[in-house]
């Protein structure tokens, strides 16, 4: 399954003069593919990032992201889908990088980063049709090119970048609750870190005071009435999805600070 998902991407990758990666800007270092990063570089394919989900953070943050990937060498702009802001500086970036029409962008990036948004905001303004690609027999049922004007292209693929990783890595990354076995040490995990980087985020998103994980799992499910049928006790698994769903809607409201790249880098020498 993993396997056919990379096999895909490669092929999209293969279509495409320009690859756009689009990052959660709440977690820019866990949102990011190495693995597609160096598959794009194996096809001698321009690269440029999106940062994208930036209503979600304060701008100096997106700002700092931003400058932090350019003095890595990377092309990046910071979006936001939802609010279409920075689209405008993204089709131009995209032009820049791609040069000389006609030309083909694919938008890849992990589940739920905000991809198909990305495309809606690019064509929006332009009331883009769509056609196949032309050619390329056994592919073509698979790709639409959407037309953002003429000459540039977007391709529509699912450029799902397949979710690996650790358990907490891998809901950062848009696994859903349901995909997982127990989701209750993802959540947990998750909690935590919206602790530690949003003390006030348990409380605005459930009104529940608690600092701890697993307190805090209990009190949502007994206010939901969810319970063990033989025991009584509260049914934490279904918190635990909810929690995840919940920082997947933003409801669970938290980011990473710019300066833990900072940290990590130094840590890593
Ligand atoms: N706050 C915020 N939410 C966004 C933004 N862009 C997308 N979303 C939300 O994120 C969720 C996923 O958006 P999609 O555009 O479907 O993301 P995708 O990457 O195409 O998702 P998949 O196709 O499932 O991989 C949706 O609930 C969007 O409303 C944004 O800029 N800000
Ligand atoms: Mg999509």
Redesign the pocket.
Same mark, same amino acid.
């Given at each position: 399954m993993e396997l056919a998902s990379w096999r895909l991407l490669a092929r999209t990758i293969k279509h495409a003069d320009v690859v756009v990666e689009?990052l959660d800007i709440r977690d820019p270092m866990s949102t990011h593919s190495r693995r597609l990063e160096s598959m794009v570089r194996a096809f001698g394919k321009k690269m440029m990032l999106v940062l994208?989900? +930036?209503?979600?953070v304060p701008r100096r943050v997106a700002e700092k992201w931003q400058s932090i990937y350019e003095s890595l060498g990377y092309a990046v702009v910071y979006?936001?889908?939802?609010?279409r802001l920075g689209t405008r500086i993204l089709r131009a970036a995209i032009k820049r990088a791609a040069g000389e029409k006609p030309f083909t962008v694919a938008i890849v990036?992990y589940?739920?980063?905000? /991809? +198909?948004?990305?495309i809606n905001a690019l064509r929006g303004r332009h009331g883009a049709s769509t056609s196949p690609v032309p050619g390329s027999p056994g592919y073509t049922r698979h790709v639409q090119l959407y037309k953002v004007e003429p000459g540039f292209y977007l391709i529509d693929t699912p450029g799902?970048i397949p979710v690996e990783g650790g358990w907490l890595e891998s809901v950062i990354r848009?696994r859903s609750p349901e995909e997982l076995a127990d989701p209750v040490p993802p959540a947990l995990a998750l909690l935590e870190r919206a602790l530690k980087y949003n003390p006030r985020s348990v409380l605005d998103a459930y009104g529940i005071a608690s600092r701890d994980p697993v307190e805090i799992l209990e009190e949502i499910a007994r206010r939901r009435g969810w319970f063990y049928r033989s025991t009584g006790e509260p049914l934490i698994e279904e918190a635990a999805r909810t929690v995840i769903r919940d920082y997947h /809607?933003?409801k669970l409201l938290f980011y990473v600070p710019p300066e833990e790249y900072l940290k990590a880098k130094h840590r890593s020498g």
């Open positions: 689009v994208n989900k +930036s209503d979600l979006t936001s889908a939802r609010a990036g589940p739920k980063t905000g /991809k +198909s948004s990305i799902v848009g /809607k933003a």
